[in-house]
């Protein structure tokens, strides 16, 4: 057997078992941005959704929240739209009780506006997508911002909103079904 195949043989064996070794039990609590931990088990949803049908439910309980797009694989800036274990559907909403001058140089789209709604085909990764962020957003406090998973859907919302406010949105997703 030639080295690199060991190598990469070796390498192979190390990984599953890393991977094997970090799973967590459902039971396990996960923290928002703003401290607050919550189950991380996923709640029961009858069906999957799609970020657009998650936005509606969400915005008929926020009334401050807008739609200002949707995400294609064209106009995605994160490149994720679709490919293997990404969100399978993305809109971005504004919220009006940000003040234009908060987000001032920010794109249309940014989550600081308002926020996203991230779909995913199963729940796990709709959490990795959150842990991921909330990662950056701890050694970068610019990208903070509130992310709450409901099933498979991310609902992503901007720190310039108080946590009070931000909880709408979390109580808005915990209502859909």
Sequence with gaps: MNKTLTTTAVAAVLLASLTACSGKSSSASEQTSDGKSGSSAAPAVSKLLTASTAFTGISGRVASARLSG???????????????????????????????????????????????????????????????????AKSMPALAEYDYVHGTVLVRVSHYLTPQQAAAYKTAADALS
């Design 70 to 136: 949707t995400v294609t694989a064209a106009n995605d800036p994160n490149h994720l739209l679709g490919r293997p274990g990404q969100y399978t559907s993305k809109v971005t909403f504004n919220d009006t009780r940000i003040k234009a001058g908060d987000v001032e140089g920010s794109d249309k789209g940014d989550v600081d506006r308002g926020g996203a709604i991230e779909a995913f085909a199963h729940h796990a990764e709709a959490k990795a997508r959150a842990e991921y962020i909330q990662g950056f």
